[in-house]
């Protein structure tokens, strides 16, 4: 093991005949999190918060749908679908937010409308659920020696060198054996800082004078840059094209509809409301002006 390197060891405790991990415990706050920000959002904006109840639901259906496809479509096997891992964050995201989608327009809420005033929270919900990643020891980085670099003895795989080497590609010096613990970028924790970064930016934009969807836009540039960069810090056997991989096709994906949305939604105008409701539907007085 890396003398250098900080030695991790997973967040699990039981509660009886319950064992609790730090990767349940962050992914059920960062639903939490999400939802309550959001509807507080739509609250202020004047809008009924009340469709964000059934938005959570299936947000988290599609999520769990989502990721776990993702997962047997990288892996190319059914069997994944029965294994404990394999939630990866983009399949979840692709999932979540076609389901929330599908609840919106059955109750005839407008989709954009929603996903505006989520974006904040989607970013906010992204920092705590990484934490989570961190707990249990999963989607660590690249071999380190760096100042910052861990080392994942329990992980989820642990970082030994036959881990990096045979799950990875890593090229590794052939003395070391594949017992040896290495220490590896802390990547979980690079993506709840980005994440925390794209919130305050999210959150300090909440009021913008674009048409509803442009936050939105914006968080799925965000999102993208976020992912296409701690991806060339991540532990990641799968390539895309070259030496990129599929998250990141996804990320330039991402950045490329947000672009286009923040395009459209730009400008207020016919068929693009602004963010606030009209004040008669806020419970105010019109206007004499």
């Known amino acids: 093991m890396s003398r250098e390197a900080i030695v991790h060891h997973p967040f699990v405790f039981s509660l009886g005949p319950l064992t609790i991990t730090g990767f349940g415990l962050a992914v059920a706050l960062a639903f939490a999190v999400a939802h309550h920000t959001a509807a507080q959002e739509l609250e202020r904006r004047g809008h009924d918060p009340a469709p964000m109840h059934d938005v959570l639901l299936a947000a988290v259906v599609g999520f769990i749908i989502g990721a776990k496809l993702y997962f047997v479509a990288l892996e190319g096997s059914w069997d994944k679908v029965f294994s404990r891992s394999g939630l990866v964050f983009w399949g979840g995201l692709i999932g979540g937010i076609g389901a929330s989608w599908l609840v919106l327009r059955r109750k005839r809420v407008p989709f954009l409308r929603v996903a505006d005033a989520t ?63 290495l220490g590896v970028h802390p990547t979980q924790l690079y993506e709840t800082a980005m994440g925390l970064v794209m919130f305050a930016i999210l959150w300090r934009l909440r009021d913008h004078k674009h048409a509803e969807g442009w936050l939105f836009g914006l968080y799925c540039v965000l999102a993208g840059v976020e992912r296409f960069i701690v991806e060339f810090y991540r532990a990641k056997g799968d390539r895309f094209v070259g030496p990129l991989t599929t998250a990141q096709a996804v990320a330039l994906g991402f950045l490329v509809v947000g672009a286009f949305l923040m395009v459209r939604r730009n400008s207020t105008g016919p068929g693009r409301p602004g963010i606030l409701a009209p004040p008669t539907r806020r419970g105010l007085a019109p206007s004499a002006s």
Do not use: H
């Open 119 to 181: 974006a904040p929270a989607l970013a906010a919900g992204y920092a705590i659920g990484r934490t989570g990643c961190w707990a249990v020891g999963d989607d660590y980085g690249r071999p380190w020696t760096g100042w910052l670099a861990v080392a994942f003895p329990e992980g989820a795989p642990p970082s030994t060198a036959g881990t990096l080497m045979r799950d990875f590609g890593a090229q590794l010096p052939f003395s070391l054996t594949p017992e040896t613990v």
